[in-house]
């Protein structure tokens, strides 16, 4: 009997605590933080803050995600988080790289604070002088700016850390001269893929990098798309019939492997925008970007 | 004399492990099980940080948590059930009998850390699938943690030679709470005037350093410890532990046991 009533009952608390949860979810407010003082909080961990800084990254890492998945939004706690991660645990440079990437980027990929993650980097910088990356990712939240001479600086400052990387003085003298070149965002793009270990930014930077490589092959697909209507007088249907005409050596296809597409008017188009957030160029008519965008797992 | 000492601290021991105290070795190794499992799905980046810090706190944790019921109890269960009187009739002297019941708990605590070293270096080469050159630090986060033992342990003697085993873990704990902010009562002392900086300055250096014995952080970033630090800590844990077991038997002595 007593061992009926003990199955019965932990089965029923743990459905009125699903059924709970779920209420919760959809009544109270989804953005609190309760302690929001990183001083309050050192001071309660009882000199475990290195402890409490890992459950707080893995907070910083759960909110990102949930919130993304959820459609994006202003990320309001992002920088609270990250803000109490690095004070309990000055050396956790992951937290850094991660809050200098989504809190710079723009709602609803981040919150669209650059002036945070300018100040949540530098403080990384000063409590890690001798790690390097943090300049380079200093000198990517410029880049994003538009400020080329600070980005420069910053990647100036961190060559000349012992056992920096060699590219850093390169993209130093690059950003100086060529800031807003697209051969200087590629490079940007390709360090940032090369370098980071965190799967987000990773997908993130290569997802620009497919960006970058379809600008350029609709740019170069459209003037042969103009040269065909010079020669013939019409704009091509389809690609065959400029693969027929030798100007091109088979279907092209976009950094997804799928084939791009004519439209009227000898517009190029990609087929699956979705695949390819951060285009510019090659956006079908009438496409209504997702304000999530896709990004496709890498290696 | 320290046959009878040794013979005490050989009970205690036993007395420890017959009430289940190494039991939450049990908790310890589920818990460490768990985080080298999840921590890699969820911590991002972090995962050998995530298990010395876990490691290394819930050591420290446990440990101090154990030290304080157990040490509590050291004196006052003797009294309840009148073994004490028959321990001190034979020529056990009372201060042979505090240092023993002492030596025994921290035996018992020295074992407990031991094993649970085990799981946390275990934990650490299952996440990291080898072990690096400056995990030999965590030994000496753990050598500090057993210098806290001590103190700790010493100071759960020390108020339960005088006082009730509820108020005796109130005050344990709450030196233990105090210890963890020494640094910040001598900062403030510093900038106190008069009486109130005569009265912090004491407080601060009566109360035992916690803070500086805890390098669970650096460690788990791979940050040596000066050798310097090792032989002051060392130093001031035997010292503090000696005044704290002082004062024990001094009230233990005069102690009307009627």
């Known amino acids: 009997m007593a061992s009926a009533v003990l199955a019965l009952s932990l089965a029923s608390s743990a459905f009125l605590v699903h059924t709970v949860d779920q209420l919760r979810d959809s009544t109270s407010p989804q953005e609190m933080l309760y302690v929001s003082s990183p001083k309050l909080l050192k001071r309660l961990s009882l000199g475990y803050e290195g402890l409490l800084a890992d459950i707080y990254w893995t907070r910083v890492v759960q909110y990102f995600g949930g919130t993304h998945s959820r459609g994006g939004g202003t990320y309001k706690l992002l920088w609270p988080l990250l803000n109490i991660t690095t004070q309990l645990d000055p050396h956790l440079i992951p937290a850094y790289e991660f809050g200098g990437t989504f809190l710079s980027a723009k709602p609803p990929d981040g919150a669209g604070a650059p002036d945070l993650a300018i100040e949540l980097v530098k403080y990384g910088i000063q409590n890690n002088p001798g790690d390097w990356h943090l300049y380079y990712d200093l000198a990517f939240i410029y880049y994003d700016l538009r400020d080329y001479r600070h980005s420069a600086d910053a990647f100036l400052k961190g060559s000349q850390i012992p056992g920096a990387h060699p590219?850093?003085?390169?993209?130093?003298?690059?950003?100086?001269?060529?800031?807003?070149?697209?051969?200087?965002?590629?490079?940007?793009?390709?360090?940032?893929?090369?370098?980071?270990?965190d799967a987000l930014i990773r997908a993130n930077a290569a997802?620009?990098?497919?960006?970058?490589?379809?600008?350029?092959d609709i740019m170069i697909l459209e003037r042969v798309v103009e040269r065909y209507r010079v020669q013939t007088g019409r704009f091509p249907e389809s690609f065959s019939e400029l693969e027929a005409a030798r100007m091109l050596n088979g279907?092209?296809?976009?950094?997804m492997g799928k084939p791009y597409e004519l439209e009227g008017g000898g517009r190029v188009v990609v087929s699956?925008?979705?695949?390819?957030?951060?285009?510019?160029?090659g956006l079908p008519q009438g496409y209504v970007p997702s304000a999530i965008p896709r990004l496709v797992p890498t290696n | 004399m320290n046959n009878r000492i040794f013979q005490i601290a050989i009970n205690t021991f036993r007395e420890a492990v017959r009430d289940r105290v190494l039991y939450n070795l049990i908790a310890f190794a589920l818990l460490m099980s768990g985080a080298a499992v999840l921590v890699g799905q969820i911590s991002l980046q972090i995962e050998r940080l995530v298990v010395i810090n876990l490691g290394l706190t819930a050591v420290s944790l446990f440990g101090i948590v154990i030290a304080i019921f157990i040490g509590i109890g050291l004196v006052s269960k003797e009294i309840d059930k009148r073994t004490l009187y028959t321990v001190l009739s034979r020529p056990v002297r009372r201060w042979e009998f505090i240092s023993g019941k002492f030596f025994g708990l921290v035996g018992t605590l020295v074992v407990n850390t031991f094993f649970m070293a085990i799981g946390v270096f275990g934990a650490l080469a299952y996440v990291s699938h080898h072990l690096e050159r400056s995990d030999g630090w965590v030994l000496l986060a753990l050598y500090?943690?057993?210098?806290?033992?001590?103190?700790?342990?010493?100071?759960?003697?020390?108020?339960?030679?005088?006082?009730?085993p509820?108020?005796?873990a109130v005050f344990a704990f709450c030196l233990f709470v105090i210890g963890s902010f020494a640094g910040d009562l001598r900062n403030f002392a510093a900038m106190a005037h008069g009486a109130t900086r005569w009265l912090a300055s004491t407080a601060a250096y009566l109360v035992p350093n916690f803070s500086a014995l805890n390098v669970i952080s650096g460690v788990a970033h791979g940050q040596s410890v000066p050798l310097q630090l090792v032989v002051l800590n060392t130093v001031y844990a035997l010292v503090y532990t000696a005044a704290a077991l002082s004062g024990a038997v001094l009230i233990f002595e005069r102690r009307n046991l009627k």
């Open chain 1, 167 to 197: 590219f850093l003085k390169i993209m130093a003298a690059q950003m100086a001269e060529h800031g807003g070149d697209v051969a200087t965002a590629r490079m940007m793009w390709t360090t940032t893929y090369q370098t980071t270990h």
């Open chain 1, 207 to 216: 997802a620009h990098l497919r960006a970058l490589q379809v600008n350029d």
């Open chain 1, 251 to 255: 279907i092209p296809l976009d950094p």
């Open chain 1, 272 to 281: 699956d925008p979705a695949d390819l957030p951060f285009i510019e160029k």
């Open chain 2, 144 to 164: 500090f943690i057993v210098l806290q033992f001590m103190i700790i342990t010493a100071l759960a003697l020390f108020f339960s030679s005088f006082s009730t």
């Open chain 2, 166 to 168: 509820i108020f005796s």
